[in-house]
């Protein structure tokens, strides 16, 4: 009886955090924490420092790119060309809405930065033809950098995307994961081809759910770059499966529920999957998670 009691009170605490992350008692946590730690230098996505960011007081001529695409992506948002969905929140106006993701992309910065050097990683290991593969796609957020990455260095290439672009099923969630049943219903596969409208010809959509999607559709022969963000493990499982011969040695996998509270299943599946492979798997503290085959 007192693990039920206890469990029930835990997904209470999941609910609530689901839908009031970005409330106002957020906001004024936040305010509260830079007014008293007024020496942090970055705050979001799990992680909280002091010291000084790769993107500050840098000459660094990637740093300085990284910006440049991030600066291009604040500017598509606030001339509402890049619609973000995903934290859809309820503003009195389209200002105030998008002066809140602003915010939120701010707070996204180091996950994005990771995202960035992956894929030169990729680039400069891989020198075959290069495609990149994104596996749970959602807005279009994440592949903004990594196609942006390439294009500032004038690369060919070509992207894979596969999401369901609609709401997560149980069939494909296990008990740890069944909080998330009907995630996701908002997106619109019309919306994210208008958002990375300007890549069209690089880009090839693979709509389905993981794995029956991968059976169908128009797959890569060899893979420089995957990105994983399914928030399930089994379609996480099986993604890994299905690339990781595909993979070019030395090429990237960048996992992004590594080491998220609630999505502990998908590690040990990560974990399990990487043990006996040749390559290094390389933990961050924003929660993802990169492995190098060798």
């Known amino acids: 009886m007192r693990e039920r009691k206890k469990f029930s009170f835990v997904k209470i605490i999941i609910e609530v955090d689901k839908y009031f992350f970005f409330s106002f008692l957020k906001i004024l946590y936040k305010y509260l924490k830079s007014f008293f730690l007024r020496n942090l ?15 500050t007081f840098t000459n660094s001529k990637e740093i300085i790119k990284f910006e440049e ?16 969905t995903q934290w859809k929140m309820k503003e009195k106006n389209k200002k105030e809405e998008i002066k809140n993701f602003l915010t939120l992309l701010d707070e996204l910065k180091w ?9 030169l990683l990729a680039k400069k290991f891989t020198q075959k033809e290069i495609n990149l593969v994104e596996c749970g796609v959602c807005d279009g957020l994440s592949i903004f950098y990594a196609i942006n990455a390439l294009i500032k260095k004038n690369y060919d290439f070509k992207v894979y995307l596969y999401d369901s672009w ?11 994961e069944i909080h998330h049943l009907g995630d996701y219903n908002y997106l619109d596969l019309n919306r994210i081809k208008k958002n990375l409208g300007d890549y069209s010809e690089n880009l090839i959509f693979n709509v389905g759910y993981i794995p029956e999607v991968l059976l169908s559709s128009n797959n890569p022969n060899h893979v420089s770059w995957l990105h994983i963000d399914l928030n399930s493990s089994m379609p996480t499982k099986e993604t890994l499966k299905f690339f990781y011969e595909k993979l070019y040695s030395k090429g990237v996998i960048l996992l992004d529920d590594y080491g998220h509270r609630s999505y502990e299943s998908t590690k040990l599946v990560i974990d399990s999957f990487f043990n006996d492979l040749d390559g290094q798997l390389i933990a961050f503290p924003t929660g993802q998670a990169m492995f190098i085959k060798t």
């Open 69 to 84: 695409i991030n600066n291009q992506l604040i500017q598509l948002i606030k001339d509402e060309k890049f619609i973000v």
């Open 41 to 55: 230098t970055f705050n979001g996505w799990g992680m909280t420092t002091t010291t000084n960011p790769p993107w």
């Open 166 to 176: 609609g709401k997560m099923e149980k069939k494909y969630l296990n008990d740890q």
């Open 111 to 119: 996950r994005h930065l990771i995202i960035y050097f992956s894929i």
